[in-house]
C-alpha cells in the first residue's frame, strides 16, 4: 500500500493523517503517537500489540 492510499484511508477513517506524516514515521524522522498507532491498526486490522511487538496477542 503507498504512503498516498494509507494515508487516504486514514482520512476516510477520521484520522488526520497525510502523506508527509507517514513518511516521516517511516523515516524516524517522527514517533507514532497512541492514537495514530490505534488507527495504523485498525486500517491494517491487526493489534496494536502486533504492531509494536510483532506477535499476536
Known amino acids: 500500500m503507498s504512503q498516498r492510499d494509507l494515508a487516504y484511508k486514514l482520512q476516510l ?3 488526520d ?4 506524516v507517514i513518511t516521516r514515521i517511516e523515516t524516524n524522522k517522527r514517533y507514532v503517537t497512541d492514537l495514530e498507532l490505534k488507527a495504523i491498526a485498525e486500517i491494517f486490522q491487526v ?9 499476536d496477542e
Do not use: V
Open 47 to 55: 493489534s496494536y500489540i502486533f504492531l509494536i511487538d510483532g506477535k
Open 13 to 15: 477513517a477520521g484520522y
Open 17 to 20: 493523517m497525510d502523506k508527509n
